[in-house]
Structure formats: structure tokens, C-alpha cells
């Protein structure tokens, strides 16, 4: 179908300007060629070019078109290529990414962890301190009330008692002085 109205657009176009409309011309012609116009001849011209055309031109339009259809079927394969591999690369990070959240989940009960027990030993060096400092402060309560009752001891002794209510011969300090030497 395609043909016919492919040959009749060719066709149609050639008759029509086949007919010039003068009458001398046409009798000349036909004096000439013994026929009343040349159409025959001219679809057998044109038939002969086409075929020329298509003799010449037909191989290499074939293979532009066979190229250009490889080229773009090779350009699909390289885009589904890169499809794949930005699937690929996205599967990747994906995993990257459940890795990372599992780690820091790990990392995140790890640092509750430690932190727990450092808050425990500081708890008890706190406490253990805590218990030193009342052990010192009581043994410095019962230092100050050794030291209170020694001070009182003195003044009331000092204030009680001077030498000369103390009669101490030289025997006697000779005495004291051997037991303290010795």
C-alpha cells in the first residue's frame, strides 16, 4: 500500500508537468517521436534513477541505521550497567548504614555501661574517703581531749602547786636521774 501511494506521488507530479499546454510543442513532439506526450519515457527515466539511487545508497543507509541501532542498544547495556552498579553501591551504603547504626547502638550501651561503673567507684572512693575523714576527725576529737585535759591538768597543777610545796633532796633527784638514764 505503501508503494502505490508512494508511486503515486512520484507519478502524479511528473503527468502534470508533463502537459506544458502549448500546442506546437506537442505536434513537434509527436512529429518527433511519433507519440502525443512522453510519459513513458519519463516514469522509465525516473524508474531507472530510482533504482540507481537505491543501487548506491541503500548499503550505507542499511549500515548507518545497523550502527545507530548498535550504538544505542550499547548505550542501553552501559545504562543498565550503571543502573546496576548504583544499585549495587546503594545496597552497600544500605549495609554500611545498619553496620553503623548496630556499632553505635554497641558504643551507646558500652559508654552506659562504663559510666554506670565509674559513677560506682567514684560512689565508693567517695564513701571510703568519707570514712577516713570521720575516722580522722574522730581521732583528732579524742587528740584535742587528751590535749584539753592535759592543758587543764597543767594549769591546776601550775596554779596548785609551786616548787616549794615539793621538797626534794639530792638523794632524791640523784635517784630519779639514775631511773631515767636507765
Known amino acids: 500500500m505503501k508503494k502505490i501511494i508512494l508511486l503515486s506521488l512520484l507519478v502524479v507530479p511528473a503527468v502534470l508537468l508533463a502537459n506544458t499546454g502549448h500546442g506546437g510543442e506537442e505536434t513537434r513532439y509527436f512529429i518527433q517521436t511519433g507519440r502525443e506526450n512522453d510519459f513513458w519515457p519519463r516514469v522509465v527515466n525516473f524508474t531507472i534513477f530510482a533504482a540507481i539511487l537505491y543501487y548506491l545508497l541503500a548499503n550505507p543507509i542499511k549500515d548507518f541505521f545497523k550502527n545507530r541501532k548498535s550504538g544505542i542498544a550499547n548505550q542501553l547495556k ?29 558504643i551507646l550501651e558500652d559508654a552506659k555501661k562504663e559510666a554506670k561503673f565509674l559513677a560506682d567507684k567514684i560512689a565508693e572512693g567517695n564513701a571510703s574517703d568519707l570514712a577516713m575523714m570521720e575516722k580522722q576527725l574522730e581521732e583528732k576529737m579524742t587528740l584535742e581531749e587528751k590535749k584539753s585535759i592535759r592543758d587543764a591538768i597543767d594549769e591546776i597543777l601550775n ?24
Open 159 to 182: 596554779e596548785n602547786i609551786s616548787n616549794d610545796d615539793i621538797l626534794i633532796d639530792e638523794a632524791k633527784v640523784v635517784d630519779i636521774i639514775t631511773k631515767k638514764v636507765a
Open 78 to 106: 552501559e545504562i543498565e550497567a550503571k543502573l546496576q552498579a548504583a544499585k549495587d553501591a546503594e545496597k552497600d551504603a544500605q549495609s554500611h548504614l545498619t553496620e553503623s547504626e548496630n556499632k553505635a547502638k554497641m
